[in-house]
């Protein structure tokens, strides 16, 4: 594939607001999930909330679009300059060659959540004020952030569970090289709701404690919340994308295959996209949700591809899994391993389970390294497999 430069990223999550408060986290190993104390849930569980999401207020003109999510996405454009980077990309290339392609899982369905809870209880008509199309709609979130960012190139949402964000890095590239963009904006947004929570609990997911990704005593995810959003140009300054590879290998609806054979199959087709050869990736971000299946599969897939040796970590430790966000918030980790020369460590876990077979790392470390591979793997086995490397 043509490389893509990355010239602006921002981000929130549990880890802080902005890229800067991400990597002091990460680079000090501390992890931002709480108990989780989020509206009425009764769980026994642990979560990456973001501090303040409800003291958020939207544009007067965008006040339709009110939710958790999109106040979420709100407070992700505001960091780190990224809305100045774009406007300054919609004067080179104009409003209608930029595309907007995001990523969302539940997309603003808590707004839905609150509006059955106070349905008329003569005739169970749902709140007057309540906007689907601008809340729970899923492409409410590419709506709300094309009108922000004043874009009207072509848009869509993914909405592949937990690999939609980092799926439209594929998407984009696409579009861009069919020649109906001049740039995009990527990114993802998921936001806590009791949907999510209580459905992973119905799962048997849900971690008690802290998730401890590829952990020999990993129980189960914790579940965040957050925004990120990166800015895609043919040319500039900063990490490239390089290769993305895709897969679906439909084995289960919720367990990968035994062998990771998506996964494999995922990791093979971004080196191919990207002409490398396994052993020049120097660093891999894992998908590593912590589940004792998940990271077993992942793991063999690892070591079929790259061998034992080549170092991994996984940060959802550190601030969750953040489902339809999750493969941003881990592709801004890992532009940023590149950037930074640090390779984040794997928060909360204390031995690697050697049932996995890779080389986890408990701690970060510095490294000199020209490629980063980071994994997204959803549910009905929606994989999707990332490189970034060091622009020319």
């Known amino acids: ?42 769980l026994d569980t642990f979560v990456g909330e973001v501090e303040g999401v409800e003291r958020v207020r939207l544009p007067e003109e965008l006040a339709a679009f009110d939710c958790r999510n999109n106040r979420l996405a709100q407070l992700g454009l505001e960091q780190d300059g990224f809305a100045a980077a774009v406007a300054a990309a919609r004067e080179r290339y104009g409003a209608a060659r930029i595309a907007v392609v995001l990523g969302t899982s539940t997309s603003g369905v808590g707004a839905t959540e609150h509006a059955y809870r106070h349905r008329d209880p003569a005739n169970g008509a749902l709140p007057a004020d309540f906007r689907y199309p601008e809340t729970q709609n899923v492409f409410s979130l590419a709506a709300f952030v094309r009108a922000s960012l ?27 090289a069919a020649g109906l963009a001049d740039a995009a904006v990527v990114g993802g947004v998921d936001s806590l709701c009791l949907t999510t929570l209580y459905g992973f609990r119905s799962l048997e997911l849900l971690s008690n404690a802290p998730c401890r990704p590829f952990d020999v005593e990993r ?59 396994p052993e020049e990736i120097g660093y891999l971000n894992l998908h590593g949700t912590a589940t004792r299946t998940n990271d077993v599969a992942e793991g063999r897939a690892v070591c079929d591809v790259f061998g034992p040796r080549t170092p991994c970590s996984a940060t959802k430790g550190a601030h969750g899994h953040l489902l339809g966000a999750a493969g941003i918030t881990e592709a801004i980790v890992a532009i940023m391993s590149l950037e930074r020369g640090w390779l984040p460590g794997t928060a909360n876990t204390r031995a ?33 497999s990332l490189i970034f490397g060091r622009a020319h």
Not at 1 to 29: E, F, H, K, N
Not at 356 to 384: H, Q
């Open 150 to 176: 004043h874009l009207d190139g072509p848009s869509h949402v993914v909405s592949t569970a937990c690999s939609s964000s980092a799926k439209v890095f594929g998407s984009a590239a696409r579009l861009i």
């Open 1 to 42: 594939m043509i490389p893509l430069i990355v010239t602006r990223y921002t981000g929130v999550s549990c880890l802080g607001q902005g890229v800067d408060a991400w990597w002091s986290a990460l680079a000090g190993g501390r992890s931002g999930l709480r108990r989780c104390a989020f509206e009425d849930a009764a």
């Open 219 to 277: 129980s189960g995810i914790s579940i965040g919340e957050g925004a990120g959003f990166v800015l895609l140009e043919r040319s500039g300054d900063g990490v490239a994308l390089v290769g993305c590879g895709e897969s679906c290998d439909a084995y289960h609806m919720s367990t990968p295959h035994p062998e990771g054979l998506g996964a494999r199959l995922a990791m093979e087709r971004a080196l191919a996209a990207a002409s490398l050869a």
């Open 352 to 384: 690697a389970d050697a049932e996995c077979g890779c080389r986890i790392l408990l701690e970060g470390e510095p490294a000199d390294v020209r490629y980063v591979l980071t994994n997204s793997f959803g549910f009905g086995g929606n994989n999707c």
